[in-house]
Antibody
Framework: EVQLVESGGHLVQPGRSLRLSCVAS????????MHWVRQVPGKGLEWVSG????????AYADSVKGRFTISRDNAKNSLYLQMNSLRDEDTALYYC??????????????WGQGTLVTVSS | DIQMTQSPSTLSASVGDRVTITCRAS??????LAWYQQKPGKVPKLLMY???SLESGVPSRFSGSGSGTEFTLTISSLQPDDFATYYC?????????FGQGTKLEIK
C-alpha cells in the first residue's frame, strides 16, 4: 500500500524558514517523480513544486520560485521542501504527491494527508 | 504558464441527474489532463487521467473526454457520494496547474 506521510508544518513568523518532509513507503520511491501541492483551507489546489526521480530536474510555481527548494533523498525514501522568506500567503495545507512517471509530466495518483503551515506574526 | 479554467464554479444537481463539468486550457495540452475529487476534510482523489482513462476502482458512471484545450468530466447518474469538489489538472508542462474547482452541491 502506497503511503506518504508529511511532517514539519507549524506556526512560523513571516520571513522565517521551515522545512517540510515527506516519507514514502509501499512503492519504489526512486522510480517516480514527486511533487508538493498546497491548499489554503476552504480554497483550491495549487501546485507548488516537482522533482524528477534522480533529482535531475526541478520545477516551481512562480509564487514560490526563488524562495522554496525541493529535494529528495532516495536512500531515505524522503521528499523535502525547504521554505525560506515565508509570507502570510504561504499559509496552507501542504500535500506530498506521487507522480505516475519518473520524469514528471504525469498525473498525481497518490497524496499524503498533508501538513499545515501557518505563517503569522 | 498554462491556465486552467473550470465551469461552472458551483453546480446544483439531484441524485440521478447527469452532470457535466468543463475544463478549458489556455493552450493545447493534448490529452494530458487529470480529474480529482475532493470531499471536505479529505485528500484529493484521482478519478481520471489522460483525459479519458478511468482510475482503477472509480465507478464507471464517471467519464472524461476532450483533447487540446477543452475537456469534460461527466457523471452519468449522480449518487449521494458524488457531492464534492472536482478539480482538473494539466500535466502537459512541468509547471502543473489546477483548475479553480467545481463544487457539486445537492439541489
Amino acid at each position: 500500500e502506497v503511503q506518504l506521510v508529511e511532517s514539519g508544518g507549524h506556526l512560523v513568523q513571516p520571513g522565517r524558514s521551515l522545512r517540510l518532509s515527506c516519507v514514502a513507503s509501499g512503492f519504489t520511491f526512486d522510480d517516480y517523480a514527486m511533487h508538493w501541492v498546497r491548499q489554503v483551507p476552504g480554497k483550491g489546489l495549487e501546485w507548488v513544486s516537482g522533482i524528477t526521480w534522480k533529482s535531475g530536474n526541478t520545477a516551481y510555481a512562480d509564487s514560490v520560485k526563488g524562495r522554496f527548494t525541493i529535494s529528495r533523498d532516495n536512500a531515505k525514501n524522503s521528499l523535502y521542501l525547504q521554505m525560506n522568506s515565508l509570507r502570510d500567503e504561504d499559509t496552507a495545507l501542504y500535500y506530498c504527491a506521487k507522480d505516475n512517471s519518473k520524469e514528471g509530466f504525469g498525473y498525481l495518483g497518490y497524496w499524503g494527508q498533508g501538513t499545515l503551515v501557518t505563517v503569522s506574526s | 504558464d498554462i491556465q486552467m479554467t473550470q465551469s461552472p464554479s458551483t453546480l446544483s444537481a439531484s441524485v440521478g441527474d447527469r452532470v457535466t463539468i468543463t475544463c478549458r486550457a489556455s493552450q493545447s495540452i493534448s490529452r494530458w489532463l487529470a480529474w480529482y475529487q475532493q470531499k471536505p476534510g479529505k485528500v484529493p482523489k484521482l478519478l481520471m487521467y489522460d483525459a479519458s482513462s478511468l482510475e482503477s476502482g472509480v465507478p464507471s458512471r464517471f467519464s472524461g473526454s476532450g483533447s487540446g484545450t477543452e475537456f469534460t468530466l461527466t457523471i452519468s447518474s449522480l449518487q449521494p457520494d458524488d457531492f464534492a469538489t472536482y478539480y482538473c489538472q494539466q500535466y502537459n508542462s512541468n509547471l502543473y496547474t489546477f483548475g479553480q474547482g467545481t463544487k457539486l452541491e445537492i439541489k
